[in-house]
């Protein structure tokens, strides 16, 4: 069967969101990594429609350049004074060519687990059914808040009666007295003839409970018109549900979450051992057989290989782990990890870490900016800032990097294979080359050439008689006569017949 492609996409994003109590648009807060309007327009895109059109207008400063950003080619509509969903659509419509033909879908901005196969589904249910106005239903335990499918004896669908204006009826008697009993919701998403749309929309007042241009009239003004109005139920309703606030934003992102680790389980063939304590956003790709252990979060454009291993308790943002590494107890941002390298436990990858292949960064680590190559480790307690270390080098216990003087941030070059003795300080811009030395406890000032040691601590002086004189009376002073006095006995008994 050929896919129905919409002649359009129009993505309702205006409203004040005011349940949502924040400072911030419903629109822009986030689940799996992603804004909401950005969920309902990577849908609307994937739909392979000609136009897409936004309407925006409650902080349009801000919806607006989202939009721009996740789908440039959308139109965005502004609506005006007048309220309501019906209106929204008029004004993306006016936004849209003029000689559109075809069918052109409604979806909101804050409906986030919609998919491009629903969508695509309502178009050819509506399409091959030759239908003026199809509207995506769903059956609810508790309706409360939606607007009702009223139908007329004959089963077909004669109108939508929002919830304030069923509560009205029912109090006045009139002919949707009994609308608050229907269990079938209007999802808010439709697919419509475009000149039906356009015509009906004309005729649309605002005489209703909230004195807004409803969209939901439509059906009603359509059919009177003569046209087929019809509907298409969803089963999966998480679909069809809207984020009005927080618990919803927080319910949501968590079902988001399940849908995800599903598919990286059942599509890429990663392990998740504790899907409750594992949170991946929606872009991050995880190679097959690759085992998240619990409690770990990987967010933004995070990718990771195959057959590597990432936590426990793990948070990687933005980074990249090549196939068979190991990130253990590990937070990183902007980082890359190559393949078969080790980070962690407890180590902290700041941006513009490039770890190469098996190569290694240990415990309480922190880099930054700092281009690690192949098989060189980083094992233990250090700091390397604004660096470059060379492939199979080794940076000793306690090592630090003191790349800023107090005004501004200096590089250091450390080659190839070069050995940087524990608990070392390399003051940078600073370069040690390839095959050279640090002794231990190094503060390193000048560069260090090829296969050169460099030394650079106080000689030490050991004092003799230094405990008895100065700490006369103490265990220590005790202790270093017993160690003298059986010094004295084994260098007596040294050379005597047994
Ligand atoms: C709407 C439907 C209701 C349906 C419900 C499903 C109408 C009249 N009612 O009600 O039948 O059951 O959705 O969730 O359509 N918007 C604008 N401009 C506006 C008003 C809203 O762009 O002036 C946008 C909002 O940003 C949002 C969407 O339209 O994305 C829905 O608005 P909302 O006010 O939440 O509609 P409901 O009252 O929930
Ligand atoms: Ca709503």
């Known amino acids: 069967m050929s896919v129905s492609r919409p002649a359009a996409v129009i993505v309702l994003a205006a409203g004040d969101g005011t349940r949502m109590k924040s400072d911030l648009n419903k629109m822009l807060h986030t689940i799996g990594g992603r804004t909401l309007v950005a969920h309902a327009l990577l849908a609307a895109a994937g739909t392979q429609a000609a136009h897409l059109a936004v309407t925006v207008r409650a902080q349009r400063e801000r919806v607006a350049p989202q939009v721009a950003q996740i789908v440039p ?73 939606y607007g009702r499918i009223f139908r007329g004896p004959d089963g077909t669908v004669h109108a939508i009666i929002e919830h304030k204006d069923a509560v009205k009826a029912r109090d006045e008697g009139s002919e949707f007295q009994h609308a608050l009993e229907i269990g079938e919701i209007n999802s808010g998403i439709y697919a419509f003839d475009v000149e039906v749309l356009r015509t009906s929309l004309a005729k649309v007042t605002t005489d209703n409970a909230q004195g807004e241009k409803y969209l939901t009239d439509v059906l009603a003004i359509a059919r009177d018109g003569g046209g087929r109005v019809d509907s298409h139920s969803i089963e999966d309703v998480w679909q069809i549900e809207g984020v009005n606030d927080k618990v919803q934003l927080a319910r949501m992102g968590k079902e988001l979450n399940r849908r995800t680790l599903d ?121 390397a800032g604004d660096a470059t270390i060379g492939e199979g080098a080794n940076i000793g216990a306690g090592t630090i990097f003191a790349n800023y003087d107090g005004v501004a941030k200096h590089h250091t070059n450390v080659g190839k294979h070069a050995f940087i003795g524990s608990n070392s300080v390399i003051i940078a811009p600073r370069t040690i080359a390839d095959g050279s030395y640090v002794g231990a406890g190094s503060a390193i000032e000048v560069d260090v050439k090829p296969g050169q040691i460099a030394v650079a601590r106080g000689r030490q002086r050991n004092i003799d008689g230094w405990v008895a004189r100065r700490r006369q009376g103490t265990k220590t002073h005790e202790a270093a006569e017993a160690a003298l006095a059986q010094d004295q006995d084994t260098s007596e008994g040294e050379g005597t017949p047994a």
């Open 73 to 145: 080619e959308a139109v965005i509509a502004d609506q005006d004074e007048v309220k309501g969903t019906g209106r929204a659509a008029e004004c993306a419509l006016d936004a849209l060519p003029p000689d559109l033909s075809g069918t052109v879908l409604v979806t909101y901005g804050d409906t986030p687990l919609l998919t491009s196969e629903t969508l695509l589904d309502l178009t050819r249910i509506h399409e091959s059914a030759g239908n003026a106005v199809t509207v995506l239903t769903a059956h609810l335990e508790d309706p409360t808040g």
């Open 263 to 383: 598919r990286l389980m059942r599509e890429s063939g990663a392990i998740v051992v504790d899907p409750d304590t594992t949170w991946v956003d929606a872009e991050v790709t995880v190679g097959r057989d690759t085992v998240l252990e619990p409690n770990i979060q990987l967010k933004g454009a995070t990718s990771i290989g195959a057959g590597a291993t990432i936590g426990p308790d793990t948070t990687l943002t933005d980074t990249e782990v090549g196939d068979g590494a190991s990130v253990v107890r590990t937070q990183a941002h902007l980082a890359v990890i190559g393949p078969e390298a080790t980070v962690g436990p407890f180590s902290y990858l700041r941006p513009g870490t490039t770890l190469g292949a098996k190569g290694k960064i240990g415990g309480f680590v922190e880099t930054k900016n700092a281009d690690i190559g192949a098989g060189a480790k980083v094992p233990h307690l250090t700091y």
